[in-house]
């Protein structure tokens, strides 16, 4: 059985920031943890715009608090987020994520991160081999 609390990854490795500033992920579980996925609490800061384009990773997302938007590049829909809004990046969907309000989000990955990605320039998690 794994239990982690949150106090015990602030200001850890499992405590990755964005170097832009936008986010901030905390992650509970990874690769190394063998589930078949990753889980996440990740904190979006009011005011930002993240390029986003998962092309190798599925991703849920269950917000909790605060509000934002998701706007699809390819077709240029957009989507409100508030407490209580999930969604699901199932076809590698390369968006924007805006937040209007710090949004408190819990995410979902697969596969799961290692916990080493970091966004690149076109907002793409590489797939890191290793645990």
Known sequence: MIVRKLSEIINTERDVKAENGNWISRRFLLKKCGMGFSFHETKIFAGTETLIWYK???????????????????????????????????????????????????????????????HDENGVYPIIKEN
Not at 63 to 75: A, R, W
Not at 78 to 105: P, S
């Open 56 to 118: 190798n990773h599925l991703e849920a997302v269950y917000c909790v608090g605060g509000s934002g938007e998701i706007e699809l590049i390819d077709t240029g829909e957009k989507f409100q987020i508030e407490d209580g809004t999930m969604y699901a990046l199932n076809e590698n969907e390369k968006h924007y994520l805006r937040a209007f309000e710090d949004m408190r989000m819990i995410c979902v990955f697969n596969p799961p991160l290692t916990g080493k990605e970091v």
